[in-house]
């Protein structure tokens, strides 16, 4: 597989080229020129110093995090703010989460789903 390096806002992420055959059906499907990449396994993203919890957490092609977590509560204090509300999808989060404070997610660590830590 060929590498190649990829730009996610200012860092530069190694990826491994999936082929042409990939390139070609996603190039028919979208009318543009494209190449499907994967994150490179032997060339990790890590997150920088000050968001990781453990020595190598890591994302890939996300702006900065493996996931985006938003709470209702906080989505809803928002909205109470606004002139016209926003729905949860405006912010795209993985999991949204319900039960706690506004904002409480701003200082979640580690946290389970069923038995997943996260």
Known sequence: PRELNCSVWKDKV???DCG????DWFSEYIGERCRLVRV?????RFLQDEHRIHKNDQTGFADGFPF?????ASLQDLNSRLPNAL???RFR???VVRGCDAFA????????ISDIQI
């Open 40 to 44: 490179n396994p032997e060339k990790p």
């Open 68 to 72: 985006l977590l938003a709470s209702e």
């Open 87 to 89: 729905r949860m999808n």
């Open 14 to 16: 190694s990826a491994v």
């Open 93 to 95: 989060p993985n999991i």
């Open 20 to 23: 042409d055959e990939a390139a």
């Open 105 to 112: 997610e701003d200082k979640f660590g580690e946290f389970h």
